[in-house]
């Protein structure tokens, strides 16, 4: 073989195995291999097919940490994180420059959302919504501030706010 | 400091002899070594480590004056010089990643001195002769001028394999969590095949052919690296293959087409070693700020994917704010970097059905972790390729009779 020719094998070897190597990572997702991506908080999010109070506290839950994300203009899971311990709590209010009154207004905001969200998805009677919402619109600063510091007493305040009229609830329940 | 030095070590090595020049130069690289190890302070490593380029430029381009006498050709002396530098330079992050696992950081110098010690003592004999005689054994021939094209190639083909090693231990490290020894021994995979790779230049002699077909895959290994499918160790493996083995038919091609038929070899091998410890520089100038701000989001989005995971997990409400609790703990512990949260699982709950639940979370959010690290590193690994894909165009411009 010429010397001509045994380069042009050398080069030509060379081109194949690297648009073989690039080929074959790129149609096994090698461009697609990132973190999925997280979810408009302000775009609606179906429930999960609820079944009992727990289930239906916890999708309210998640309601209405999507509905206070959207007032805060932050993404569910950053609030998540942010409610999940006090020292967090501090960090991002100091990071999003939020007061704790600017805070409790979002998570009154997302209780209220939920509220639809719940009646949308047929685990709430409209006859326990209405009412429901109206409690939520007279609940006090402080008492939206204390279910912010504890992230369990959030889902454990629903759970017995709703827990007193749970057997008329589960009446009411589809 | 190796890219500044080089050259001007080259002209004294001309000047005082290539025996006493290595000499010397491995007795000054051996003390700075000694002074790295033992350092204390980041501004004195720093300066030991500046005084062990000057040694080892010295010692290094001496080397090639005296090549040539021991193996009986410049080609040949050329060829050992170029490959001893490749497999050098692709085995330290391997062995240096060894030796801090298992001994410290301090030992990787500590060793350097022993070893630059019994280098020097076969030059002693040489060295000897020339401050008995006053003779130079290298004829003063008129400077040739260096091959720009050729020089210029080999810095952009430095720069994007200065990515592939110093990206690559980054990623098993930082991003997967490899223990350094652990990635040591993974990245031996490109120096090995470089060894190997060897073997193929025999395939063409022509040193444009192995020159463009060893940038090529240079490129290509990176481009994989880039694209990788997964967090797997065994998917880095044929990227590595391929950069080992461009990388030694390109800097052996490179090398040799500048320095031959160039005189002296001692200049011409200073100007090849400015060129790619510039081209290392540069590179990982470049490629810094990119990949740290890219780890920096990165990092966010894999946060933000792996909160959503435990969010809309089927493990129960109460447990779920109590592993988030812990979770957000970790995350703060590891803030920078990207966390491990297995511990964060740890004790798993005795119900089997949570354990089970627990267990897939776990699953799930470590692979919105690897996604995140992994990602990270895709755009410095596709600017690295695209660097050593620029190499073509030097490469292709150099007159024919030269390349």
């Not at chain 2, 692709?90 to 500590?110: C, D, H, K, N, R």
């Not at chain 2, 060129?275 to 990119?290: D, K, M, Q, S």
Request: charged residues 15%.
């Amino acid at each position: 073989m010429s010397s001509g020719r045994r380069s042009r094998v050398l080069i030509g070897g060379a081109v194949a195995a690297a648009v073989a190597l690039v080929g074959i990572y790129l149609a096994a997702g090698g461009s697609s291999y990132t973190p999925a991506k997280t979810q408009d908080p302000c775009r609606d999010r179906p429930w999960r097919n609820p079944e009992g109070i727990q289930q239906i506290a916890e999708q309210f839950s998640l309601s209405a940490l999507d509905g206070a994300a959207c007032e805060l203009g932050v993404t569910r899971e950053t609030l998540a994180r942010a409610l999940a311990t006090p020292e967090s709590r501090e960090r991002f209010t100091q990071r999003y420059e939020i007061g704790d009154a600017e805070l409790a207004r979002a998570i009154r905001a997302g209780l209220l959302r939920a509220v639809d969200d719940a009646e949308d998805a047929g685990a709430l009677n409209p006859l326990v919504a209405v009412p429901l919402r109206e409690a939520l619109r007279r609940i006090p600063v402080d008492e939206a501030i204390e279910l912010i510091q504890n992230a369990r007493s959030l889902l454990d305040n629903l759970q017995s706010f709703l827990g007193p009229a749970e057997t008329l609830l589960e009446q009411f329940l589809p | 400091m190796m890219a500044l030095v080089a050259i001007p070590a080259a002209h004294a090595a001309r000047r005082v002899g290539p025996g006493r020049a290595a000499a010397v130069g491995l007795a000054v690289f051996a003390g700075a070594s000694l002074a790295c190890g033992l350092s204390s302070h980041l501004i004195t490593l720093i300066a030991a480590r500046c005084v062990q380029a000057l040694g080892g430029a010295a010692a290094v381009t001496a080397a090639l004056e005296l090549l040539p006498a021991t193996v009986g050709s410049e080609r040949r002396a050329t060829a050992l010089w170029v490959g001893a530098g490749a497999t050098g330079a692709a085995l330290g992050p391997a062995v240096g990643g060894l030796l801090t696992e298992l001994v410290s950081w301090q030992s990787i110098f500590l060793l350097q001195a022993p070893v630059a010690i019994a280098a020097a003592v076969p030059i002693l004999t040489v060295a000897r002769h020339e401050a008995a005689t006053g003779i130079v054994a290298v004829e003063l021939r008129r400077t040739a001028r260096p091959h720009v094209l050729a020089n210029l190639a080999l810095a952009m083909v430095s720069a994007a394999i200065a990515a592939a090693l110093f990206l690559l231990v980054l990623l098993l490290i930082e991003g997967w969590r490899l223990t350094p020894i652990v990635a040591a021994i993974v990245v031996t995979v490109m120096p090995l095949s470089a060894l190997a790779g060897g073997r193929l230049g025999s395939l063409a002699p022509s040193a444009r052919a192995r020159a463009a077909a060893g940038a090529i895959l240079v490129s290509g290994g990176l481009g994989g690296l880039a694209l990788l499918p997964k967090a797997e160790v065994a998917l880095t493996l044929p990227p590595q293959i391929m950069v080992g083995v461009g990388l030694s038919l390109v800097l052996s091609a490179l090398t040799e087409t500048a320095l031959g038929g160039r005189a002296p070899q001692a200049l011409h091998g200073g100007w090849t070693i400015s060129a790619r410890h510039a081209g290392v520089v540069v590179g990982l100038l470049a490629l810094t700020p990119i990949f740290t701000a890219d780890i920096a989001q990165q990092r966010r989005d894999a946060i933000d994917a792996g909160t959503a995971v435990v969010l809309d997990s089927r493990v129960s409400p109460l447990l779920k704010i109590e592993l988030a609790q812990r979770i957000e703990g970790r995350l703060e512990e590891e803030r920078g970097r990207v966390p491990t949260i297995g511990p964060a699982f740890e004790p798993l709950p005795d119900d089997p059905a949570d354990r089970a639940d627990v267990v897939q979370l776990r699953s799930e959010l470590e692979d919105q972790l690897d996604r995140g690290a992994t990602h990270a590193f895709s755009p410095s690994f596709g600017l690295a390729a695209l660097l050593g894909l620029l190499a073509l165009v030097p490469i292709g411009l150099a007159r024919r009779v030269d390349l």
